[in-house]
């Protein structure tokens, strides 16, 4: 009987882990690619965050607040989290935060994987400095800087494999 009490301790305990590492929340889930039509029906956002799209306009943004987009998050909770549209394909997922000391970086780190090696500049009383990650779909920026007495963070996981939409889009703003 002892036996099995430490057995079922044993597997409730790996699922409390295995969950608490499914919680984290990976923008990239939201697949580069997708149109706004069908990354809006994933957000599950209420009527007030949905913007108007039009299809003419080669470059779109929609916000949205980073407690609804990742509602397990709370490091995100204030943090607007941008998709940007080129052509009407998903590219690019930014977010900015202001706050009084680093927070952002933990989210990526969890996602991305812990940075050994950052810049002394890091630790500062008033840090600068940035780093990347890079996985088979996207490369992620993270940078930080102060601003005033509080610092601002930012992290951009930009798309590799749809580099010809931002070529292209590149192209044209040259053209006009």
Same mark, same amino acid.
């Given at each position: 009987?002892?036996?099995?009490k430490?057995?079922?301790?044993?597997?409730?305990?790996?699922?409390?882990?295995? &969950?608490?590492?499914?919680? $984290?929340?990976?923008?990239?889930?939201f697949?580069?690619? %997708?149109?706004? !039509?069908a /990354?809006?029906? =994933?957000?599950?956002?209420?009527?007030?965050?949905?913007?108007?799209?039009?299809?003419?306009?080669?470059?779109?943004m929609?916000?949205?607040? &980073?407690?609804?987009?990742? $509602?397990?998050?709370?490091?995100?909770?204030?943090?607007p %989290?941008?998709? !940007?549209f /080129?052509?009407? =394909?998903l590219?690019?997922?930014?977010?900015?935060?202001?706050?009084?000391?680093?927070?952002?970086?933990?989210?990526?780190?969890?996602?991305? &994987?812990?940075?050994?090696? $950052?810049?002394?500049?890091?630790?500062?009383?008033?840090p %600068?400095?940035?780093?990347?990650?890079?996985?088979?779909?996207?490369?992620?920026?993270?940078?930080v800087?102060?601003?005033?007495?509080?610092?601002?963070?930012?992290?951009?996981?930009?798309?590799?494999?749809?580099q010809?939409y931002?070529?292209?889009?590149?192209?044209?703003?040259?053209?006009?």
């Amino acid at each position: 009987m002892k036996k099995n009490k430490i057995v079922i301790l044993a597997i409730f305990l790996q699922l409390s882990f295995i &969950g608490n590492a499914q919680a $984290k929340c990976d923008l990239e889930s939201f697949r580069f690619g %997708i149109s706004h !039509k069908a /990354l809006m029906s =994933k957000l599950k956002l209420s009527a007030e965050f949905d913007q108007p799209f039009f299809q003419d306009q080669p470059q779109q943004m929609v916000f949205a607040p &980073g407690e609804e987009v990742c $509602k397990s998050e709370k490091i995100l909770e204030g943090v607007p %989290i941008h998709f !940007k549209f /080129l052509y009407g =394909k998903l590219v690019e997922i930014q977010m900015m935060g202001v706050s009084e000391s680093p927070t952002l970086f933990e989210w990526a780190e969890s996602i991305y &994987g812990e940075n050994n090696n $950052k810049p002394n500049s890091f630790y500062y009383n008033q840090p %600068i400095a940035q780093w990347n990650w890079e996985s088979s779909k996207a490369i992620i920026s993270y940078s930080v800087e102060s601003i005033s007495n509080d610092v601002l963070e930012s992290i951009v996981i930009q798309s590799t494999n749809h580099q010809k939409y931002f070529e292209r889009f590149s192209k044209a703003q040259e053209d006009q």
